[in-house]
């Protein structure tokens, strides 16, 4: 099982990379455990484990059924092996029941996360759900300098600016 949190729900951007896959979906999950989403540069959103005991939000999410093949794609998609993600097994529950899952997500590699969640403003910018709102604004890899680290080279510069109103 997959958790998705961001670009890749129904409805998503990236969604279509998941349907291709043929990774059925399973149900809308949520996290046992507070963990940290905010959004970075290109409205690209970053889940970390949450990096001060009073940080994090329960988040809203998706779980499908992914085969190994369908993983190794998205790890591609991801850019794991460019450090850009990492996959990590994490906890859900399934909404409306008591049923808890583990599963695997993708969160921010872990030599930039709490970096980055400091740089976008900590627990003041967490959220529970990326939304279409947020979708909105993202930027598709086509529309950034290429690749993903294209992405890494955003997130590297985003970290290095002093955030407006500092």
């Known amino acids: 099982m997959v958790f998705v949190y961001g670009t890749l729900k129904r409805g998503f951007p990236n969604y279509p990379r998941l349907a291709a896959s043929g990774s059925p979906f399973a149900g809308a999950a949520s996290t046992t455990s507070p963990v940290s989403l905010v959004i970075g540069p290109y409205s690209v959103p970053f889940l970390i484990l949450a990096p001060t005991p009073s940080a994090g939000r329960l988040v809203s999410g998706e779980l499908f059924s992914a085969s190994p093949s369908a993983l190794a794609d998205l790890d591609v998609l991801e850019g794991t092996h460019l450090g850009a993600y990492e996959r990590r097994r994490i906890t859900v ?74």
């Open 93 to 166: 529950v399934v909404d409306g029941t008591s049923r808890e899952m583990e599963a695997e997500a993708y969160f921010a590699n872990s030599s930039y996360a709490e970096d980055l969640w400091r740089r976008c403003g900590g627990e003041a910018a967490e959220i529970g759900e990326y939304t279409m709102e947020h979708a909105g604004r993202y930027v598709p890899p086509s529309g950034r300098s290429p690749g993903v680290s294209g992405l890494m080279d955003a997130v590297r510069s985003f970290i290095a600016t002093t955030p407006p109103d500092s």
